[in-house]
């Protein structure tokens, strides 16, 4: 199985923890001390050997941080795990804070005490946020402790070794462009910054740039490795030897020198020594690479990582890629919700309903010839109040029947050699209320109205936001996380730097995927979300207009559950737009799809749509 169903850390394990952790403060000269999920490559997800806020909180989501005081503790989530936090961690040990409103520089700026000392570990804060860290410690009078190694790592007695996965070469025929083609446009992005060379510490970009892919961490296909990249072109990929097959190293050969990573820090400090230039970005870089530039006397040009953007506009190899992904595993989203439909209530739980999907995957991908890979992230597979959880990770100890008059929210992915899925639908057990049913047609009505969006050039992912929001809004409703996440191409299922939410300030460009996955949740009841990809479209003119617009390009095709939909409340032209997508959906999949039944479950679920003409929204 793809996916693991275990829990973490138990609160008398977290509580021993804290207390050998602490016992070290003294020793080290701190007051505190920052456990942040991020390892040194910031990427969102880790290897069990840097899982360190998992182990010692038992917190499992994607984006935390713990602070760690003599006395008391505070664990630091987003709006996504308010819900989760309190279900997986003691809260007689950590205080859950708001990640967003009082992250820990603002907590600290607020509550730390004169000569406050903050233990952190470079390798896992990135530079901006360690300035930051210091900048509100600076009333106070405390600093910043840069720690030589993690006092967590000394007492894990069991931690996992590091990951040594496998690295795959990325065909040119999924890639659209060659290695030595995008090492020339990093090279020219590096010479027009004025630098002498550029460190680039993101995964996604290794991967990218050298045309690989690696097996480092769960769900990703990552190679967990730094490079060095000259303006002139030559380049260093620090990253273990044993990692690369045959065809793989003989791939890298020719474009590349393999160096241990363990020679990392010495080419940086030399660097340093020669007072090179080094180009690198701080929103990504940790601490300890610009400090071990800058210590030798080398200096920073601090400018975004120069293969954040290519990356993110996917070629037409990728574009057409991403397509056949899409039509793959709407076959397979078919099969998984055909097979749901026919089970009695009562009778599957969140667990089994995951190993079912992840099966349609795998038997759909091989018969279609092209292998499931991997899946995306870890489904969330929510019934009835565990829908509510919005990024909720079913476990042994949390799993439930799916019973009858419940809605069941199921937001999954795969990896494919070919593009990188990630679909969220929601689906009645039984029969829904009619409550159910008023918010599932608002947060449709959000989701087509993005989808039919137009837009100029140089118009963000923040300008956009609120057209997802605006039906919800009406009905006094929101929902606490982003409208739609960037996605890479068999690379990361987030990517940046493109997004919808209020923090989407990356303008929006031909080629972007992004999800559109507008959502309601009502604690301890239910919960809603409805989530395609697309891609943005080049400019194209507008009927009457002025000036050419961008759009969206739906790339992921499943039914959307007829049963949820109040067709009174839809306008015309969303109506007019569900029934043609659904058209499209039938049409495409219905010959990728295998059995008979699951055909006549799509024919059912894709028939058109009508409205009471007396009743229809305007």
């Given at each position: ?273 020669d007072g090179a230039k080094v180009m690198l970005d701080p929103g990504l870089a940790p601490a300890r690479i610009a400090g071990l530039i800058t210590s030798a006397g080398g200096r920073l040009v601090e400018k975004a990582d120069p293969a954040r953007l290519p990356r993110a506009q996917k070629n037409p190899v990728e574009l057409t890629g991403s397509r056949t992904a899409h039509e793959r595993d709407g076959a397979a989203m078919v099969a998984f919700l055909a097979w749901l439909d026919r089970q009695k209530p009562g009778t599957t739980d969140e667990i089994n309903a995951v190993r ?208 949820l939909i109040l067709p009174d409340l839809l306008s015309q032209e969303e109506l007019s737009w569900l029934n043609g997508y659904h058209n499209r959906v039938r049409d495409v999949l219905a010959p990728l799809i295998e059995k008979q039944e699951d055909r006549d479950w799509l024919a059912m679920m894709t028939a058109p749509i009508s409205q009471d003409p007396q009743h229809a929204a305007r």
């Amino acid at each position: 199985m793809f996916q693991s169903f275990d829990v973490t850390a138990s609160a008398a394990a977290s509580k021993d923890r804290l207390e050998r952790l602490r016992s070290r403060f003294d020793a080290l000269g701190i007051d505190a001390f920052l456990v942040p999920r991020s390892d040194r490559f910031q990427g969102e997800y880790v290897p069990e050997s840097e899982a360190r806020l998992a182990w010692l909180t038992g917190f499992t989501g994607s984006a935390g941080v713990a602070l760690i005081l003599r006395q008391d503790a505070h664990i630091f989530v987003d709006g996504r795990y308010t819900t989760q936090v309190r279900q997986e961690v003691d809260p007689a040990l950590f205080t859950p804070e708001d990640l967003i409103k009082n992250p820990p520089r603002q907590w600290l700026e607020e509550k730390a005490p004169q000569g406050f000392r903050l233990g952190i570990d470079p390798w896992l804060h990135t530079l901006r946020e360690s300035r930051a860290l210091q900048k509100s410690l600076g009333t106070s009078g405390g600093e910043i402790v840069y720690l030589d190694a993690n006092p967590i790592d000394a007492i894990w007695d069991d931690r996992p070794a590091e990951p040594a996965g496998a690295v795959s070469v990325q065909p040119e025929q999924f890639a659209g462009r060659t290695a030595h083609e995008k090492l020339e446009q990093i090279s020219a992005a590096i010479k027009d910054a004025d630098a002498d060379c550029c460190v680039i510490t993101d995964p996604s970009s290794i991967a990218w740039i050298y045309n690989i892919r690696g097996s480092d961490v769960p769900h990703t296909p990552h190679p967990l490795a730094f490079a060095i990249i000259d303006a002139d072109g030559s380049n260093r990929l620090f990253m273990d030897s044993s990692k690369p097959g045959r065809d793989a190293a003989a791939h890298l050969a020719r474009v590349t020198q393999i160096v241990d990573p363990g020679e990392l820090e010495p080419a940086l400090a030399a660097l340093g020594a020669d007072g090179a230039k080094v180009m690198l970005d701080p929103g990504l870089a940790p601490a300890r690479i610009a400090g071990l530039i800058t210590s030798a006397g080398g200096r920073l040009v601090e400018k975004a990582d120069p293969a954040r953007l290519p990356r993110a506009q996917k070629n037409p190899v990728e574009l057409t890629g991403s397509r056949t992904a899409h039509e793959r595993d709407g076959a397979a989203m078919v099969a998984f919700l055909a097979w749901l439909d026919r089970q009695k209530p009562g009778t599957t739980d969140e667990i089994n309903a995951v190993r079912q999907l992840e099966d349609a995957r795998r038997t759909t991908g091989e018969r279609l010839q092209m292998p499931l890979l991997d899946i995306s992230f870890d489904t969330i597979s929510g019934s009835g109040p565990n829908g509510a959880v919005i990024h909720y990770r079913v476990s042994n100890r949390s799993n439930r029947v799916l019973k009858d008059g419940e809605l069941y929210l199921v937001d999954s992915g795969g990896q494919y050699r070919d593009g990188t899925t990630d679909i969220t639908r929601t689906v009645p057990i039984g029969t829904a209320g009619d409550e159910e049913k008023r918010f599932f047609t608002l947060v449709l009505k959000g989701m087509i109205a993005l989808t039919l969006m137009r837009f100029p050039e140089g118009t963000r992912g923040v300008d956009l936001d609120a057209v997802a929001r605006s039906a919800l809004w009406k009905a006094g409703a929101d929902y606490a996380h982003g409208t739609g996440h960037g996605v890479g191409s068999y690379l990361s299922v987030h990517e940046g730097p493109q997004s919808i939410s209020r923090r989407g300030l990356q303008e929006l460009k031909p080629g972007m995927i992004l999800s559109n996955e507008p959502g309601y949740y009502r604690e301890g009841s239910f919960g809603i979300r409805i989530e395609n990809l697309v891609a943005v479209e080049e400019p194209s003119p507008v009927e009457g207009g002025d000036k050419p617009m961008l759009g969206f390009e739906t790339l992921t095709l499943c039914p959307i559950d007829r049963r949820l939909i109040l067709p009174d409340l839809l306008s015309q032209e969303e109506l007019s737009w569900l029934n043609g997508y659904h058209n499209r959906v039938r049409d495409v999949l219905a010959p990728l799809i295998e059995k008979q039944e699951d055909r006549d479950w799509l024919a059912m679920m894709t028939a058109p749509i009508s409205q009471d003409p007396q009743h229809a929204a305007r």
